[in-house]
């Protein structure tokens, strides 16, 4: 089978194609014949190396995570063997390849009728963004910031908090995503890369936002503390910027508070919710009240090119991988 690796840190270039074995899975473990991948922003700032991030270190030989869709043509030990022909998707650690290993406990069964994006968000952009909302507390009615708003979960984000009644200010990059961001259901949408963004969203909301979901960090994180209202709270899901944040305590006395959320310890920690979560992700979708949205569909020898797009934070929802 093919396979995508990198054996050293640098540009899109230093992706590789590679010749191997298919997986055998181990205990509850599945193979996945993969028809679909969802590349992920991480994986960018992996590739590039420790030197540029800092925060983000994968040793070498390296490997690609995704969001892989596709149909089980093989169980491990402990696995029902019904699961065999069952389409599902997962979060793969070895992803960009034509078979790939899973945790059996945590596929996402694939209804019918949902397209290879929205299928692709099942396993963990849409749990990741239920999740945040979650553990935001957000009630209906409330002002919700989501910055980073057209990537891969923030649009989903967008999304999910309309659905859950809440009004949504939206901040991306470009006229462009700005558009995309309102397309979506967004009630306002910001250019955070202009100096005075803060000052817009204050506008916005003069009273402050309830509720502000980050995965961005540094700056853009530090200027969304002082946009909370009181008891407001900020959710942090990542770090794209790549920069560690001191949080500013003062910041935090005006009645704030600031809490981190990660999909394997929302796992651990509330098991049956995550579960809960994924169903949910699924009826909504199946419902037609959350998409996903292709910006673009290339075959798996073009992950280099995939890799461009990401880094250029140019695409408008998912970038699919096809083997």
């Given at each position: 089978?093919?396979?995508?690796?990198y054996?050293?840190?640098?540009?899109?270039?230093?992706?590789?194609?590679e010749?191997?074995?298919?997986p055998?899975?181990?205990?509850g473990?599945?193979r996945?014949?993969?028809e679909a991948?969802g590349?992920?922003f991480?994986d960018v700032k992996?590739?590039?190396?420790?030197?540029?991030?800092?925060i983000y270190?994968?040793?070498?030989p390296?490997v690609?995570?995704g969001d892989v869709?596709?149909?089980?043509?093989?169980?491990g030990?402990?696995?029902g063997?019904d699961?065999?022909?069952?389409r599902?998707a997962t979060?793969a650690?070895?992803a960009?390849?034509?078979?790939?290993?899973a945790d059996?406990?945590?596929?996402a069964?694939?209804p019918?009728g949902i397209?290879d994006?929205?299928?692709?968000?099942?396993?963990?952009g849409?749990?990741?963004?239920?999740?945040?909302?979650r553990?935001?507390r957000?009630?209906?009615g409330?002002?919700?910031?989501v910055h980073?708003?057209?990537?891969g979960i923030?649009?989903?984000?967008?999304?999910?908090?309309?659905i859950?009644g809440a009004?949504v200010?939206?901040?991306?990059?470009s006229?462009?995503?700005?558009d995309f961001a309102?397309?979506l259901?967004?009630d306002a949408?910001?250019?955070y890369s202009?100096a005075?963004?803060?000052e817009?969203?204050?506008e916005i909301?003069?009273?402050?936002?309830?509720?502000?979901?980050d995965s961005?960090?540094?700056?853009v994180?530090r200027?969304s503390?002082?946009?909370?209202?009181p008891f407001?709270r900020?959710v942090v899901y990542g770090a794209?910027?790549?920069?560690?944040t001191?949080?500013?305590v003062?910041?935090?006395?005006?009645?704030r508070?600031v809490?981190?959320?990660?999909?394997l310890?929302?796992r651990?920690?509330a098991p049956?919710?995550?579960?809960e979560?994924?169903d949910?992700a699924?009826?909504h979708?199946v419902e037609?009240?959350?998409?996903?949205?292709l910006?673009a569909?290339?075959?798996?020898?073009?992950?280099?090119?995939?890799?461009?797009?990401?880094e250029s934070r140019?695409q408008?929802?998912?970038?699919?991988?096809?083997?």
């Open positions: 089978m093919r396979r995508i690796r054996h050293a840190y640098g540009g899109p270039e230093v992706l590789v194609m010749e191997a074995e298919p055998v899975p181990g205990p473990q599945v996945i014949r993969a991948i590349a992920n991480v992996f590739r590039q190396g420790p030197d540029t991030g800092g270190r994968r040793e070498l390296a690609l995570t869709v596709g149909t089980i043509d093989a169980v030990p402990g696995v063997a699961l065999v022909g069952r599902v979060l650690e070895d960009f390849a034509d078979q790939v290993l059996a406990e945590w596929l069964p694939v019918d397209d994006a929205t299928a692709s968000m099942l396993p963990m849409a749990p990741v963004a239920l999740g945040a909302l553990t935001a957000l009630s209906p409330e002002t919700v910031l980073a708003a057209t990537g923030g649009h989903l984000a967008v999304q999910l908090a309309k859950a009004t200010i939206a901040t991306a990059g006229p462009a995503k700005l309102r397309a259901g967004a949408a910001v250019d202009a005075n963004w803060p817009r969203v204050r909301a003069p009273g402050g936002v309830d509720v502000v979901l961005v960090g540094g700056g994180l200027s503390l002082d946009l909370l209202a407001g900020a794209a910027s790549g920069e560690v001191d949080i500013p003062m910041s935090l006395f005006a009645v508070s809490t981190g959320f990660s999909l310890a929302w651990a920690a049956k919710q995550a579960r979560d994924m949910e699924a009826r979708a037609g009240r959350l998409r996903a949205t910006h569909r290339l075959p798996l020898t073009e992950a280099a090119e995939a890799h461009r797009i990401l140019s408008l929802g998912r970038v699919l991988l096809i083997p």
